[in-house]
């Protein structure tokens, strides 16, 4: 009865844009489709998450990356940036696709049909 699906929405119009909204950092805080996220370059691998880390609440802004994790700055917990676990506890990830006019990222959300 319910379907999971994804409502994909542009963040950035070109390479260009994706760069001027890392401003040379690792993580970058965004706002798309009204909720906080974390633009991350991992190594040249684009990633979005949550902002929000699922131990405490704190903004992972400062966080860095290894080994394809992302480490939260204030206990050092990582959340593996392609699936979200880490720790016993998940961290929300969002798909990130490069298209013809910019890029998009995937949220999902629940319908009747
Ligand atoms: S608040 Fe992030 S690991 Fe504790």
Redesign the pocket.
Known sequence: MFDTKIKWVKFANDDAHLVELFMGRTCSPIKVNGKAVLLVNNEGEYHMVKNK??????T?EKASCEDGKII??????GFDLKNGRG?GLYLDIYPIEKREDGYYAGFEYFSLF
């Open positions: 880390c699922p131990h405490q609440g704190i992972l939260c700055p204030w206990h050092h917990y720790a």
